[in-house]
């Protein structure tokens, strides 16, 4: 996403499932956020650990959460709107179109 200057922690560390839920607690602040600013802040957090929740859900095969994800993405793409960042709420709702398309797409993979 493009946030101008704000740079976030590294995540590496956490599990997938870790991640999302760090995401959803960023998500959760950024709603209630009075400041554009610390709200903006909040969901690049949000986006960060998502990414990282995602990749670390196709490394480890976690198909589960590709669907949790997909809809904390969708949640975010909500919350930008809200705020008049469309471009960035689009981004986040083709993200969570992808993650739902891969995993329609292994699922079928598994049945054929």
Do not use: W
């Not at 991640?19 to 903006?40: C, M, T, V």
């Not at 990414?51 to 930008?80: C, M, N, T, W």
Request: net charge positive.
């Amino acid at each position: 996403m493009l946030f101008g200057s704000i740079v976030s922690s590294p995540r590496d560390v956490l599990s997938p499932t870790q991640a999302l839920e760090l995401a959803n607690a960023y998500l959760e602040h950024a709603s209630k956020a009075n400041d554009p600013y610390i709200a903006l802040i909040l969901c690049h957090d949000t986006e960060v650990s998502l990414s990282q929740a995602a990749r670390g859900s196709k490394r480890f095969d976690l198909q589960g959460l590709h669907e949790d994800i997909a809809s904390s993405y969708v949640s975010l793409g909500r919350l930008l709107h809200n705020r008049g960042r469309r471009s960035e709420a689009q981004a986040c709702y083709r993200k969570a179109e992808k993650l739902r398309y891969e995993e329609r797409e292994k699922k079928n993979r598994l049945h054929i």
